[in-house]
């Protein structure tokens, strides 16, 4: 059964700071995995996908990273401002059995002040 | 990607009665599914809806209690019927596209409140 861990599960930072965020998950056959943000009350915005072959993905201050074998993800934030005091959500979609289903971390909630 | 409208945005109602929510998709999908997420909590995923059959539930979700409709490839509602307080979450419609490696987008949510 694939789990996904978020770590930390909230973090309080000065802008400016660069930041880590992690996500882990149990079972590396993963098709893909998406990096969301939400803010308080909202929906999901899709930040980042990163496929299965891939290793990083970038939008302008966002950089992903995927380390398959290992498990692991990271979404890093370079010099994090107040508007980007959101929680951040990390997603796979497993390769076992279709690919219809994604499986969220329990998220991440970033507070940046200035 | 995908633009998607949740109506109503919100809504408060009382213990025992039915909701409907609709989904609008700016453009045809295959793949379209409805999300709880209750206070504090992470996405959990309710049913896939299906163009043309029946939904498929995940588990601990029944068609009795979150009837859904996806009469084509833009469009879907959900129901959450016979509510209690317990049902108070946000229920998101998000759809997945092929087109870019299957990347999944959400809409803005209904925030429903029970009362």
């Known amino acids: 059964k694939q789990e996904v861990t978020q770590i930390p599960a909230a973090l309080s930072v000065p802008e400016g700071e660069n930041l880590v965020l992690n996500c882990s998950f149990t079972?590396?056959?993963?098709?893909?995995l998406q990096w969301f943000r939400q803010d308080p009350g909202k929906g999901l915005t899709s930040l980042l996908l990163?496929?299965?072959?891939?290793r990083e993905q970038t939008s302008g201050r966002l950089n992903a990273s995927l380390d398959k074998s290992s498990g692991r993800s990271t979404l890093y934030i370079a010099a994090s401002q107040p508007g980007d005091s959101a929680t951040y959500l990390c997603?796979?979609?497993?390769?076992?059995?279709?690919?219809?289903?994604?499986?969220f971390g329990a998220g991440t909630r970033l507070a940046v002040h200035p | 990607s995908a633009v998607i409208s949740q109506k109503p945005s919100r809504d408060i109602c009382q213990r025992g009665t039915s909701l409907t929510i609709q989904c609008q998709v700016d453009?045809?999908?295959?793949?379209m599914f409805w999300y709880r997420q209750q206070p504090g909590q992470s996405l959990t995923l309710i049913a896939t809806?299906?163009?043309?059959?029946?939904?498929?539930?995940e588990s601990g979700f029944v068609i009795d209690k979150f009837p859904i409709s996806r009469p084509n490839l833009t469009f879907s509602t959900l129901t959450v019927s016979n509510m209690s307080p317990e049902d108070s979450s946000i229920y998101l419609c998000?759809?997945?596209?092929?087109?870019?490696?299957?990347?999944?987008?959400f809409g803005p949510g209904t925030r429903l409140t029970v009362t």
């Open positions: 998000s759809v997945m596209t092929g087109t870019l490696g299957y990347e999944q987008y």
């Open positions: 997603a796979v979609r497993r390769r076992r059995g279709g690919y219809n289903k994604l499986i």
């Open positions: 809806a299906n163009q043309g059959s029946e939904a498929t539930y």
């Open positions: 990163i496929q299965s072959s891939q």
């Open positions: 079972d590396s056959a993963i098709y893909n």
């Open positions: 453009s045809q999908v295959t793949m």
